[in-house]
């Protein structure tokens, strides 16, 4: 089955500055890798998909790149602000399909401090 | 668009009783649903796979008799926890797929926080 790790439980930033948010995964190579946002209490947020071809998919500050040599994938938020903490996970496709079952990494909490 | 509900929004019970709980997708036909659970500082476990008009497809180690999925429209699947225990108390999250157009992804619910007491 898929194992995915996203580096570092937490990370603690300084308003302003990037954030870089790693996730690796192990065994088959997905065919679509996505971005979440999770806050407290909340269901997750869709925010990116990036499909296996594709080495970088840009959307307002954030920005995905996937490795599938490496098998991993790096999540960017530029210009960060309080308001971007939150836990964020990545998932991957289970069956090949970018609407379909999915497993998700553990997250990594964000705080971005003023 | 694509907005996906979940009632209620948080629901305490006694043990032994059963708690239903209703995913619904608002503005799109969902004929795919699944069914999350999230333990306290852990991520999202698939429990199940709901496809409108058919039986659950359902995880390994979930107990299908446990957790009943009924997926009766391509607007609402419900999750009924059966004779539910303090073990079941967690953060139930529900999605829908759409793959009309370009929303060809997954939508998530604001989730259900079931405690059993």
């Known amino acids: 089955s898929q194992k995915i790790e996203q580096n570092s439980e937490a990370l603690n930033i300084q308003e302003g500055k990037t954030a870089t948010l790693t996730c690796n995964y192990t065994?088959?190579?997905?065919?679509?890798l996505q971005w979440y946002r999770q806050d407290p209490g909340r269901g997750p947020v869709f925010l990116l998909l990036?499909?296996?071809?594709?080495k970088e998919k840009r959307k307002e500050r954030l920005k995905v790149t996937f490795d599938t040599t490496l098998k991993q994938s790096l999540f960017h938020i530029t210009a960060s602000q309080p308001a971007d903490s939150a836990t964020y996970l990545c998932?991957?496709?289970?069956?090949?399909?970018?609407?379909?079952?999915?497993?998700f990494g553990q997250g990594t909490i964000l705080t971005v401090h003023p | 668009g694509a907005v996906v509900s979940q009632h209620p929004s948080w629901v305490i019970c006694k043990s032994g009783t059963s708690v239903k709980i209703e995913c619904r997708s608002l503005?799109?036909?969902?004929?795919?649903m699944f069914w999350y659970r999230q333990f306290p500082k852990q991520s999202l476990m698939l429990m199940a796979t709901?496809?409108?008009?058919?039986?659950?497809?359902?995880e390994q180690g979930v107990e299908k008799d446990k957790f009943l999925i009924n997926h009766a429209s391509l607007t609402l699947s419900t999750l009924t926890v059966t004779s539910a225990h303090p073990e079941d108390s967690s953060f139930y999250i529900c999605?829908?797929?759409?793959?009309?157009?370009?929303?060809?992804?997954?939508?998530f619910g604001p989730g259900t926080r079931l405690t059993v007491l």
């Open positions: 999605s829908a797929s759409s793959t009309l157009g370009s929303t060809d992804t997954q939508y």
């Open positions: 065994n088959y190579s997905p065919a679509y």
């Open positions: 990036i499909r296996e071809n594709e």
């Open positions: 998932a991957l496709d289970t069956d090949g399909t970018s609407y379909g079952k999915l497993t």
């Open positions: 503005d799109f036909q969902a004929t795919t």
């Open positions: 709901s496809n409108e008009g058919s039986k659950a497809t359902y």
